[in-house]
């Protein structure tokens, strides 16, 4: 390995304490392959801050307290990372952002405290403009939080997205997450565990999203959203909750596409508050565009042909101008 | 005592040594306590300064110089150890998608995301835009096809989608605008400091992630009959109140203040949802699906 250059060095030190900070003791061998060195070279980098001291005048001060290597090769550091503790410099913009963000929506939504009141002042005042998420979660979280923590299941009417219909519902929570603006509980369904999901579905002005599990590991872990359940309360099932379940990259969608071809006002395609990926826009020059949209599921298909508006043409396929014809007569006949 | 030659190892080591002395040091105490600035020459006054520029670069740790003292000082931390501790715990239950990668070097972060509740996707606007509204700059932008002139005031978000709040020259009244539909390039107008930020805007950022206040229609109360399953859905939704309720369906209020997406938000209930009343929007909504049932 070519010898190391004082900026990497700093750079390595800076990764090495910040490690054993937030994972607690660490195996050298660990560090190494974190950062990519080998561990003679680690051990050459940290050996000299070992013994870390200076003089008073009485005495001499030895800071070997702070960084620990013991004779199994694992380094600890007892008194919290004093480097980061002694760091002047304040975020950068981008990084006082994101960090402005989460101590916003933890603080609102989770727990806050004296200490993260005075740190989102100093990151407001750092960025210099009001910056807001809004990520108000259900009072139903709160309780599946608590199910989760006791082991409780909860109950729930839950309206399934494909059918609109609502069932009874025992679920076992294992997390509660917030993603893509909505609240989410992935839990394994006592109800009914072998059945179709039936969990997580689009709504108005949802992003693209849908039903699934969280893949072959973990094939009973459903999604389901706040917003369709209601009569929350405590099981009586007790349970496990798993702790190895996290928040989905994406929903697995297996439900037929739809593609179709409109000609409208380039505002309607805007506005569309339908989940739906929008390939092709071409102004034909009256004022109007020619877009290829393609949405999922056949609810969002309805959904998209009433929100595209009588002013837009349906190109192809032809078969969807006779359905949008069919259902919005039935709409007609049962919202009115 | 050990000799200090390594620079890495005298830096940390100058850096307790600052620590531990918050009223400040003289250069001829450091070169007679500090292992490696032995001797207070010109050549160890050199190493030292080089040595305060290292440490400002290498760890984010400045120290200054009190000309009158003639002493060395830390400067105080950015963030204190509990409040780099409460933001550490923040971040670790929040991921925040879109922004440059960092691995939040200044405060440390939780290495493994195992604890992530909640996820957060950064519109590509919103640092740009942030950056004009603390330096009071005006921005052009393209909106619906129009070109417009705007005072930043402030970014929010909900449901997924970004806004930004501002005031549309030459109009007086705040505005919101959705960054995913603003098109063209974005430019800076003016001089920074062009204008003033008004007081509390918290009302405005309310009202600009509320989808239960948009439009600017005159108000219409509405009177909606909801499924007794998709009531609670329906109540948030359209911030709606319950005023009459049994086990068949629920009677609730509403205020509609865009009338070309009520009848599209009613649809989404699929008829669970039965528009009562008044009877012209009744009769309005009943005319756009009638309209929509004979649409090319």
């Known amino acids: 390995m070519p010898p190391l250059s004082k900026q990497q060095k700093f750079e390595l030190l800076t990764a090495t304490f910040a490690l054993v900070e937030e994972r607690g003791p660490t195996p050298l061998t660990e560090i190494a392959a974190h950062l990519g060195i080998d561990v003679g070279t680690l051990r050459d980098l940290i050996d000299p801050l070992l013994f870390l001291e200076y003089r008073t005048p009485t005495d001499i001060v030895d800071m070997s307290r702070a960084f620990l290597l013991d004779e199994a090769g694992v380094l600890r550091i007892d008194e919290g990372h004093w480097l980061r503790n002694l760091r002047s410099v304040p975020p950068s913009d981008d990084d006082a952002l994101r960090l402005l963000l989460a101590a916003e929506v933890v603080a609102a939504e989770i727990t806050s405290s004296p200490a993260l009141t005075s740190a989102r002042a100093k990151l407001a005042e750092l960025l210099g403009a009001p910056v807001t998420v809004e990520a108000t979660a259900p009072p139903e979280v709160r309780l599946a939080q608590q199910a989760i923590l006791s082991g409780r299941s909860l109950r729930c009417r839950y309206l399934g997205h494909e059918d609109d219909t609502a069932r009874d519902r ?19 369904d006592a109800t009914d565990a072998t059945g179709p999901a039936d969990a997580a579905g689009p709504g108005p002005g949802g992003p693209p999203e849908g039903e699934g599990d969280a893949g072959p590991a973990t094939p009973a872990v459903k999604y389901f959203r706040f917003e369709r359940m209601s009569q929350v309360r405590l099981g009586d099932l007790r349970y496990r909750p798993r702790d190895d379940v996290r928040p989905p990259e994406w929903f697995r969608i297996d439900r037929p596409t739809t593609r179709l071809r409109v000609r409208t006002v380039p505002t309607v ?18 004022g109007r565009v020619e877009a290829e949209l393609v949405v999922v599921g056949d609810r969002m298909l309805d959904q998209m042909l009433v929100a595209l508006g009588p002013t837009t043409e349906i190109v192809e396929p032809a078969e969807l101008r006779e359905r949008r014809r069919t259902w919005a007569a039935e709409l007609a006949a049962r919202i009115c | 005592m050990t000799p200090a030659r390594r620079p890495e190892e005298r830096i940390l080591a100058l850096a307790a040594y600052l620590h531990a002395h918050p009223q400040g040091v003289t250069r001829s105490e450091i070169a007679e306590d500090v292992p490696g600035y032995e001797g207070g020459d010109e050549a160890t006054r050199r190493m030292l300064h080089r040595d305060l520029g290292d440490l400002l670069q290498g760890f984010g740790i400045e120290v200054v110089f009190d000309d009158t003292a003639g002493r060395y000082r830390l400067r105080p931390p950015f963030f204190t150890p509990a409040e780099r501790e409460a933001l550490i715990a923040a971040t670790a239950l929040m991921r925040v ?4 990668s960092s691995d939040l070097d200044p405060i440390g972060a939780a290495v493994d995301g195992e604890q992530v509740q909640v996820i957060v996707r950064v519109h590509e606007l919103v640092p740009v835009l942030r950056a004009a509204i603390a330096a009071r700059q005006a921005v052009r932008f393209t909106y619906h096809g129009t070109v417009r002139e705007v005072e930043p005031f402030a970014l929010a978000c909900a ?8 005031r549309q ?8 605008f959705r960054l995913d539909r603003i098109t063209g390039n974005l430019t800076e107008v003016g001089e920074p400091g062009g204008f003033t930020v008004p007081g509390d805007l918290s009302v405005a950022i309310g009202h600009a992630v509320d989808p239960n206040v948009w439009g600017e229609d005159p108000p219409v109360e509405a009177l909606v009959a909801v499924a007794p399953d998709h009531l609670e859905r329906f109540r948030r939704d359209f911030a709606a109140t319950i005023t009459d309720c049994d086990a068949q369906r629920s009677e609730v209020r509403l205020t509609v203040r865009h009338r070309a997406s009520f009848p599209v938000r009613l649809a989404a209930y699929r008829g669970h949802a039965r528009l009562l009343g008044p009877e012209e929007l009744v009769a309005e909504v009943r005319a756009w699906f009638g309209a929509l049932a004979e649409a090319p």
């Open chain 1, 170 to 188: 025992e679920l076992l929570g294992h997390l509660v997450f917030h993603r893509w603006g909505r609240w989410y509980l992935a839990a394994t």
């Open chain 1, 269 to 286: 395609i805007e506005y569309l508050t339908v989940p739906h990926v929008c390939s092709t826009l071409r102004d034909l020059g009256d």
């Open chain 2, 97 to 100: 998608e879109g922004l440059r």
């Open chain 2, 159 to 166: 449901w997924d989608r970004w806004y930004l709040i501002a």
């Open chain 2, 169 to 176: 020259r030459p109009e007086t009244d705040l505005r919101r």
